[in-house]
């Protein structure tokens, strides 16, 4: 991965993190997922990363989306 991405969000549920990607694009924000999780059993994290320019916008939709959990 090219410098300056943020990882902004972790989970071990690639759903969820494929629902926000899907946020921050549609507001104009790159964003990649990196799937961590071993492909037998499901354990691990699914990491998502936005450009650093885009990091503090990106974290504000991330937390509306996520709210208290």
Known sequence: MEKGWKKIFSSTDFFKTEMI???LIENNI??????KQDSS??????E???SGEHE???VTI???MIGGE
């Open 48 to 50: 998502l990363y936005v």
């Open 62 to 64: 991330v937390k509306e």
């Open 30 to 35: 790159q964003a990649v997922i990196i799937n």
């Open 56 to 58: 503090e916008d990106a």
């Open 21 to 23: 990607r899907q946020a």
């Open 41 to 46: 059993y499901r354990f691990g994290q699914v």
